[in-house]
Antibody, heavy 123, light 110 residues
Framework: QLQLQESGPGLVKPSETLSLTCTVS??????????WGWIRQPPGKGLEWIGT???????YYNPSLNSRVTISVDTSRNQFSLKLRSVTAADTAVYYC???????????????WGQGTLVTVSS | QSVLTQPPSVSAAPGQKVTISCSGS????????VSWYQQLPGTAPKLLIY???KRPSGIPDRFSGSKSGTSATLGITGLQTGDEADYYC???????????FGGGTKLTVL
C-alpha cells in the first residue's frame, strides 16, 4: 500500500525558506503512472495546490507561488521535496504531499495523501 | 477566492440524501475530469470520487459523482453522522496545467 510521509521543520522565520521532504513507501516514485504533488491548507481554510512533479523532473507550479517555489525529486531515495522562499505569515499552513494519478498522460486526481505537517511562519 | 465554486455548507438528517455542487468554467472544467475529497475533522483529505464518477476501492456506493458541462455534483445517500466532514471538488486544468480546488462544503448531519 502506497504511503507518503512529510518531514521538515515546523517553524520557519519570516523571509526564510520553508523546506519539506516527502518520503514515499510501498511503491516507486519512478512509476510512469504517478505524478507527485504538494498541497497546503491554511488553518480553517480550504485547499491550495502548490505544484506537481514527474519522476523525470518535469514540474508544474501554481502561478501565484511560481516565483518562490521549487519542487525536486530524488529517485534514489524515493523522495520529493518542496522549497518555498521568502515566506511570510500567510504561508502558515498544513502542508500535504500527495500522489497524483495519470489521465491521458497528464496529472489527475490526488490519492493518497500524506498525513500533513503544520508549518508555522513566525519570528 | 477559489477557482471552483461550492456552497459553504449543506445539511440533512440521518438516512437522507444530500448533494453538493461544484461549478467551474469552460476553461477549467471543459473536458477535464472532476474528483471529490472528504476531509474528516483533524485528518488529511481522502479521495472519494475520481474521473467524475468512479469510486476507489473501499468507498461505499452511497457516494456518487456526476458531471455535466461546467458543473459537477457529489451525492451521498443514507447519511450517517460519520459523514460529517468538509468536502472538496478538484480538477486538473489541462489548458493551464494547474490543479484547482473548490472552496469546500461543510456537511452537517442533523
Amino acid at each position: 500500500q502506497l504511503q507518503l510521509q512529510e518531514s521538515g521543520p515546523g517553524l520557519v522565520k519570516p523571509s526564510e525558506t520553508l523546506s519539506l521532504t516527502c518520503t514515499v513507501s510501498g511503491g516507486s516514485i519512478s512509476s510512469s503512472s504517478s505524478y507527485w504533488g504538494w498541497i497546503r491548507q491554511p488553518p480553517g481554510k480550504g485547499l491550495e495546490w502548490i505544484g506537481t512533479i514527474f519522476y523525470t523532473g518535469g514540474t508544474y507550479y501554481n502561478p501565484s507561488l511560481n516565483s518562490r517555489v521549487t519542487i525536486s525529486v530524488d529517485t534514489s531515495r524515493n523522495q520529493f521535496s518542496l522549497k518555498l522562499r521568502s515566506v511570510t505569515a500567510a504561508d502558515t499552513a498544513v502542508y500535504y504531499c500527495v500522489r497524483q494519478g495519470v489521465n491521458l498522460f497528464t496529472p489527475s486526481w490526488f490519492d493518497p495523501w500524506g498525513q500533513g505537517t503544520l508549518v508555522t511562519v513566525s519570528s | 477566492q477559489s477557482v471552483l465554486t461550492q456552497p459553504p455548507s449543506v445539511s440533512a438528517a440521518p438516512g437522507q440524501k444530500v448533494t453538493i455542487s461544484c461549478s467551474g468554467s469552460s476553461s477549467n472544467f471543459g473536458d477535464n475530469h472532476v474528483s471529490w475529497y472528504q476531509q474528516l475533522p483533524g485528518t488529511a483529505p481522502k479521495l472519494l470520487i475520481y474521473e467524475n464518477n468512479k469510486r476507489p476501492s473501499g468507498i461505499p456506493d452511497r457516494f456518487s459523482g456526476s458531471k455535466s458541462g461546467t458543473s459537477a455534483t457529489l451525492g451521498i445517500t443514507g447519511l450517517q453522522t460519520g459523514d460529517e466532514a468538509d468536502y472538496y471538488c478538484g480538477t486538473w486544468d489541462t489548458s493551464l496545467s494547474v490543479g484547482v480546488f473548490g472552496g469546500g462544503t461543510k456537511l452537517t448531519v442533523l
